[in-house]
């Protein structure tokens, strides 16, 4: 009997001391008990077993009940609503209820705040979960206008609400959207509980002036963060230092770039933060290899790839491989050099496409989107319609009503799908512009390497050592190296079509004789290369090139006075546009 009582007093008691701990919270302005909530939502979430947490979960909700006190019992809701969402795999339907109903719920009580959070939450899910990136800017400017409505000083998350709208417009690269939902965040008063955002903000802010090419101003954020004050300021303050460190790289100050970004790189590493770890040795490769300094350039290539590998971010070698073309390049290793060159467009085009794709899917998640908004106005008139039937008159008036919006929103609809096309073709052009530039960049890059070589044969001109014998090899195999393949020559020809479309047709029509040869001259004096750089992209000599100058200038009826690019606005408006 006795042992009974104490299990009954133990199956009671127990309970309400878990509850006790939440007494802190109870009937308090949500300004007051912020940081209580979010040690509640952590205590939540060290709950391992699902079972257990939602069976914890319950029992606040419980205890938040029996004391009248609606606003903590919603907290708790909001948190079993994200987790599920975003953490628990559950079905996406089930989530989108839930996540309405939070929203309705909050709407209609009125609760401190908790609209905002809602709407983060909605944010979120869709943006993570159901990347849906149309629906989650929905609800990113449904928050922003509910954060305006909002005194700062009631409600502690306004900083990290705003640094998260920034950081979707920062993802899809725009900066100038991006620098106001941050430049909103660091100018809210700082705390212990919104620190570690407002750094966020800060060195985010200076990313953006960055990729602007706004030195000055990126390095006045970087240097805010450095001298931050915070419990765990020392790692915001190590990736302050290494983008300080990009900044002088940038501005070709190596010496003063050098210890800067060693300092990011050795504590990236030190906490495990691999991605940071790449990214600082790729520079530092850079940095060393144009002082000359080989073997550590290469120490720090081997670095970045073992550190990509490890931290799972393929889309670094894009920005590696380049590094490492100018690098065997500079070591003598030219069929390498060549092949990371190649490497690298590689990398750089599939992640321009994935990223292209990823604007597209937007383009076309905002359109269904207006699509879902179309049939679901039809199908609310509609019901208008038979509802108000009786009624001659009125059906007559609705019926006006009906055909003008729906002419309406068709209407929007096909300039909708008129810009859809425009943005594609302006794509297409733009990535057929990469294509062109990469190119031109490409054999700039080899005529530079054979220069540079070519001066230091000069400079052995009288020697007969097996060093100056080497590198007349290697520069004579440069001078015959053939950068356009007849592969690469379709693919580039496609892409010189897109820009110049009546270039080619205009041509074959109006001198039908010109040869395929001569066709090519034509194209790349249009892209104004000089003679050398057509022989180091065709692999012929410069001798060859002039004689084809002198066949097209004489089928194109040109005279001694003229140059390719006079020869070319001869031939009239239609072959030179675009």
Known sequence: MRKSVLYLLFYFILPFASWAQYNHLLHKPYKEKAAGVHAMYQDLIKITDSTQRAKKAEDIMQFARKNHDRGLELEVKCFQVFWNAIYQQQPQKVSIAQIKDLLEVASKENIDFLKARALRV?????????????????????LDKELATIDPNDYPEMARDLMQIGQTYYFFQDYALAKQYFKKAIKLPEDTFNTVVLNDARNTLGLCYQQLNQLDSADYYF???????????????????GNLGNSMYLRKEYDKAIPLIEIDFKGAVAENDYGCAAGAA??????????????????FISQAQYYIKTSYQPDRLRLLYPVMSKWYAATGKQELA??????SVVAFNRYNERFSALKVLRAQQKVDRQKEQLQLATFTLEKQRKVNERNVMIAIALGLVIVLV????????????????KLKVENELKSA?????????????????????????????NSESEERKLLEKTVTELRESKILTDEDWLHFQKHFAKIFPRFIPHLKEHYPAITEAELRYLMLSKLQLSHKEMSQALGISADAVRVTWNRV??????????????????????AASV
């Open 122 to 142: 909605a944010a979120e899910f869709y943006w993570k979960i159901a990347q849906n990136y149309e629906l989650a800017f929905e609800q990113y400017l449904l």
């Open 223 to 241: 240097k805010q963060v450095q001298q931050t004050t915070f419990s765990k300021a020392a790692v915001w303050k190590r990736i302050a230092t």
């Open 282 to 299: 790729i520079l530092l490769a850079d940095i060393f290899r144009e002082k000359g300094q080989m073997a550590k350039a290469g120490i």
């Open 338 to 343: 060549k092949r990371y060159v190649d490497s």
């Open 406 to 421: 729906l002419g309406y929103f068709i209407l929007k609809r096909r300039q909708q799908a008129i810009e859809i096309g």
């Open 433 to 461: 512009h990469d294509e062109i530039n990469l190119f031109i960049t490409k054999i700039n890059e080899q005529s530079k390497i054979t220069e540079r070589f070519s001066k230091e044969l000069e400079k052995l001109k």
């Open 553 to 574: 200038r004489k089928k194109l009826g040109g005279s001694l006075n003229d140059t390719p690019q006079t020869l070319i606005e001869k031939m009239g408006d239609s």
